[in-house]
């Protein structure tokens, strides 16, 4: 019975029209992986690529965040991939309050209905919507927070660091992140 529960998530997240965004998109994007898994990572919002594929952080961002949980111990299928909201704003521009306001609740019957021990915030927009600080990301990431009862680690978003390759030092700041996060799940 909870399978279905989670499939209908789902399939309100891919009919939704709660937005303008949701004539823009090709595809919605719910998110994927382990849908009881202990760890759950959030993004600000599907770009291009996971727009015409239906998938989460399929790109090059994507693909460094395969790298990411795969250096962590673990495997794309045994976490779970989403995002705050889940239709691409046009020209990959940051999500507006409203539109967090209209996919607020897609999110949280997801974090409800998996409840994940850790979620990794990647980005400002994805830190900001599980804690109310507005400070950046360099001063936010690195500490646990909490939400709900669940672990929150703000870290940077995989696509600032592709397109900071030559900094090498936000590639380390970000897996020592996922160090703590690994040390908390019981991961060495």
Request: glycine share 8%.
């Amino acid at each position: 019975m909870e399978y279905l529960r989670k499939e209908s998530i789902e399939e309100r997240i891919l009919v939704c029209q709660n937005c303008p965004l949701s004539e823009t998109r090709n595809k919605a994007v719910p998110g994927e992986g382990n849908l009881h898994a202990d760890l759950m990572f959030v993004g600000e919002a599907p770009g291009r690529d996971e727009d015409l594929q239906g998938s989460p952080f399929v790109g090059r961002a994507g693909q460094l965040l395969t790298r990411i949980i795969h250096a962590m111990q673990y495997r794309r299928e045994e976490v779970y991939i989403t995002n705050v909201i889940k239709c691409r704003p046009p020209d990959n521009r940051t999500p507006t309050g409203e539109e967090i306001i209209k996919c607020k609740a897609f999110l949280l019957e997801q974090i409800d209905s998996i409840q994940p021990r850790v979620i990794v915030a990647l980005g400002r927009v994805a830190a900001h919507f599980f804690i109310p600080d507005k400070r950046g990301m360099t001063a936010l990431r690195g500490n646990f927070y909490e939400y709900e009862g669940i672990k929150i680690m703000p870290t940077f978003h995989p696509s600032y660091l592709v397109r900071n390759e030559q900094n090498k030092g936000l590639k380390k700041l970000v897996w020592e992140d996922m160090k703590k996060v690994m040390a908390f799940l019981g991961k060495k």
